[in-house]
């Protein structure tokens, strides 16, 4: 498929470039000669309202006409025009009594003219064409050269905006296949324990419940573990279609961030962790509550997953230099390795896959709390160094007159 996409903007892209090319040369031609035939008329009229041809590299003949139309003077500038073939071109002239223009053509050469009439007869001035004719000549070979080499240079041209184009799509085309694929897997690994356990739970129809209960309790773990898996799928692929928006309100951020804390504080001290978290007090934000709690939420759960027993957890809000909203939160355990820290927030990455399933993870949290972020017009870095591991959120604040659309 990729080949193929390729192969149409190829083809589209250079199309398109040389219809440019060519209505550029026949542009740039037609404004030349232009160009050159108003100079023409130019060295016409001057000739007429002086009376007189003016000196100069251009070929021009000036004839007075009695009133039987006969020639009674003639002037040539850098001509020699035979007298017949200037009675020839005086009849082919206009006549009317007015002033007069047009062009002639004698012995394979072409001439402009402008005539006016006199008391007695007529005025009319020549200019031959030669160099129009010799420019267009010119223009014509210069054109088809320049159209030719172009169409050659636009292949290579072609071939690297061709792929510089379509690297995106094909990027995204991959994540995507890799998102499906992941997906299934992260959903293929719950069902096939469920199905297992439910069939351990029926081959035996005459147990009690509490007998049964691992296997129950199997069942219930992985049927809500799924269900948090489908939710953050659900979520990132309405981030993707951009059908979330924050609907946004002033918020006691310290208040709302201390609450969240405190709920987490008993539970983290029982799994043998220290927790600390310190608070700007005071301070007000405008955001999504909902989506500011979901954020911090996953990158706590993230903390608590990935700190040893005895290890320590903090969390700090203030604001930075710029007055935006900084969260950050931190942890002791494995150091993460540096080209691990540029895909932890990609979707389904994890640092260990091995330890999956011990932790109850399955590589979404940190990409959907970095969506959340970027809503908010803000973002998550990571810094690991020394067995701690850093994570920054800043956030914007979001327009009194923004919400949901």
Same mark, same amino acid.
């Given at each position: 498929?990729?080949?193929?996409?390729?192969?149409?903007?190829?083809?589209?892209?250079?199309?398109?470039?040389?219809?440019?090319?060519?209505?550029?040369?026949?542009?740039?031609?037609?404004?030349?000669?232009?160009?050159?035939?108003?100079?023409?008329?130019?060295?016409?009229?001057?000739?007429?309202?002086?009376?007189?041809?003016?000196?100069?590299?251009?070929?021009?003949?000036?004839?007075?006409?009695?009133?039987?139309?006969?020639?009674?003077?003639?002037?040539?500038?850098?001509?020699?025009?035979?007298?017949?073939?200037l009675r020839s071109l005086v009849k082919g002239m206009e006549m009317t009594g007015e002033q007069n223009d047009g062009k002639l053509e004698q012995n394979g050469k072409q001439y402009r003219y402008l005539?006016?009439?006199? &008391?007695?007869?007529?005025? +009319?001035?020549? +200019?031959?064409?030669?160099?129009? &004719?010799?420019?267009?000549?010119?223009?014509?070979?210069?054109?088809?050269?320049?159209?030719?080499?172009?169409?050659?240079?636009?292949?290579?041209?072609?071939?690297?905006?061709?792929?510089?184009?379509?690297?995106?799509?094909?990027?995204?085309?991959?994540?995507?296949?890799?998102?499906?694929?992941?997906?299934?897997?992260?959903?293929?690994?719950?069902?096939?324990?469920?199905?297992?356990?439910?069939? *351990?739970?029926?081959?035996?129809?005459? +147990?009690?419940?509490?007998? &049964?209960?691992?296997?129950?309790?199997?069942?219930?773990?992985?049927?809500?573990?799924? *269900?948090?898996?489908?939710?953050?799928?659900?979520?990132?692929?309405?981030?993707?279609?951009?059908?979330?928006?924050?609907?946004?309100?002033?918020?006691?951020?310290?208040?709302?961030?201390?609450?969240?804390?405190?709920?987490?504080?008993?539970?983290?001290?029982? *799994?043998?962790?220290?927790?600390?978290?310190?608070?700007?007090?005071?301070?007000?934000?405008?955001?999504?509550?909902?989506?500011?709690?979901?954020?911090?939420?996953?990158?706590?759960?993230? +903390?608590?997953k990935y700190t040893p027993e005895g290890g320590s957890i903090r969390m700090v809000v203030n604001r930075d230099r710029k007055l935006r909203l900084r969260i950050v939160i931190s942890n002791s355990g494995?150091?993460?390795?540096?080209?691990?820290?540029?895909?932890?927030?990609?979707?389904?990455?994890?640092?260990?896959?091995?330890?999956?399933?011990d932790t109850g993870g399955y590589g979404l949290g940190l990409c959907v709390a970095k969506s959340i972020a970027e809503l908010h017009g803000g973002s998550i870095t990571a810094v690991s160094e020394n067995?701690?591991?850093?994570?920054?959120?800043?956030?914007?604040?979001?327009? *009194?007159?923004?919400?949901?659309?």
């Open positions: 498929m990729h080949r193929s996409l390729r192969g149409r903007f190829f083809v589209i892209s250079w199309i398109l470039l040389m219809l440019f090319l060519i209505a550029a040369c026949v542009g740039i031609s037609l404004f030349l000669y232009q160009s050159a035939a108003n100079e023409t008329e130019k060295a016409l009229r001057t000739a007429v309202e002086t009376r007189s041809l003016p000196d100069g590299a251009r070929g021009m003949v000036s004839v007075q006409l009695d009133e039987h139309g006969g020639l009674a003077d003639v002037g040539q500038v850098h001509m020699s025009l035979s007298g017949e073939t005539s006016v009439p006199e &008391q007695g007869g007529a005025w +009319a001035v020549l +200019a031959e064409c030669s160099q129009e &004719q010799a420019l267009v000549k010119t223009l014509r070979r210069n054109s088809i050269i320049f159209i030719l080499v172009g169409a050659l240079l636009l292949i290579p041209v072609c071939t690297l905006l061709t792929k510089w184009v379509s690297k995106p799509i094909e990027t995204a085309w991959e994540q995507q296949n890799d998102f499906v694929s992941d997906a299934t897997h992260e959903l293929k690994t719950p069902l096939t324990v469920i199905a297992t356990n439910t069939e *351990a739970v029926m081959s035996n129809p005459d +147990a009690t419940i509490e007998s &049964q209960e691992k296997w129950l309790d199997s069942i219930q773990g992985e049927t809500t573990r799924m *269900a948090g898996l489908v939710g953050d799928l659900l979520f990132l692929a309405k981030i993707d279609a951009n059908e979330i928006h924050p609907d946004p309100s002033d918020l006691e951020i310290s208040d709302m961030l201390e609450e969240m804390c405190m709920e987490r504080e008993s539970r983290i001290f029982e *799994a043998g962790r220290m927790f600390d978290y310190e608070m700007t007090p005071g301070i007000r934000y405008r955001g999504d509550a909902r989506l500011i709690r979901r954020m911090v939420d996953a990158l706590l759960d993230n +903390a608590e494995e150091t993460i390795p540096p080209d691990a820290l540029q895909k932890i927030f990609d979707r389904f990455y994890r640092v260990d896959p091995a330890r999956a399933r067995g701690i591991n850093v994570f920054t959120v800043l956030l914007a604040e979001i327009p *009194a007159d923004s919400g949901k659309n």
